[in-house]
T-cell receptor, first 115, second 113 residues
């Protein structure tokens, strides 16, 4: 149980385009989903927290107009990187938590490369 | 703001030895402390966790200890094996509100045969 999927697993795009990443909880209802960014050999940096049906809460320094987050249902959250630039290249990981559980379960991550 | 410090950043041990990773948290409201293992290019996986009303928890070769007064918690791996080689992250959170995890910087553990 507690499986979280992410799609796509990797994506290459041109500078200036937008990329959407999906995060799904497959066998539980995720009242809260989290989006992280991880640079090579570094820790996970929380970008934003999203609750189903409400606006995401962004961490300080994260541009909400650049990283659009939508948590439309209890099993799906999406992160859209708008007008991507090479510096947005990174490993993006989502996690999900059910209301009754304390543990966050992570997706497999999406590796984004912006050319 | 909240902060979690983790030491050491790298740890090299011989197979069969024990490994200890230590973390310190700043937010006294934190009451849940998970440990994650991340292999190269993969997702972080929960290996053990502890709540603030417990001082120690053990699961086979892995144990976690918590000292609330000092705001310290540690991961202990006994009888290490090469497959234990990975990056280990500690984290802390308060189990209310958004349950935001604050991660340590990670420890790269290498177990040599």
């Amino acid at each position: 149980g507690a499986v979280v999927s992410q799609h796509p697993s990797w994506v290459i795009c041109k500078s200036g385009t937008s990329v959407k990443i999906e995060c799904r909880s497959l066998d539980f209802q995720a009242t809260t989903m989290f989006w992280y960014r991880q640079f090579p050999k570094q820790s996970l940096m929380l970008m934003a927290t999203s609750n189903e049906g409400s606006k995401a809460t962004y961490e300080q320094g994260v541009e909400k107009d650049k990283f659009l987050i939508n948590h439309a249902s209890l099993t799906l959250s999406t992160l859209t990187v708008t007008s991507a630039h090479p510096e947005d290249s990174s490993f993006y990981i989502c996690s999900a938590r059910a209301e009754t559980l304390e543990t966050q379960y992570f997706g497999p991550g999406t590796r984004l490369l912006v050319l | 703001g909240e902060n979690v410090e983790q030491h050491p950043s790298t740890l090299s041990v011989q197979e069969g030895d024990s490994a200890v990773i230590k973390c310190t948290y700043s937010d006294s409201a934190s009451n849940y402390f998970p440990w994650y293992k991340q292999e190269l290019g993969k997702r972080p996986q929960l290996i053990i966790d502890i709540r603030s009303n417990v001082g120690e928890k053990k699961d086979q070769r892995i144990a976690v200890t918590l000292n609330k007064t000092a705001k310290h918690f540690s991961l202990h791996i006994t009888e290490t094996q090469p497959e234990d080689s990975a990056v280990y992250f500690c984290a802390a959170t308060a189990l209310w509100g958004y349950n935001k995890l604050i991660f340590g910087a990670g420890t790269r553990l290498a177990v040599h045969p």
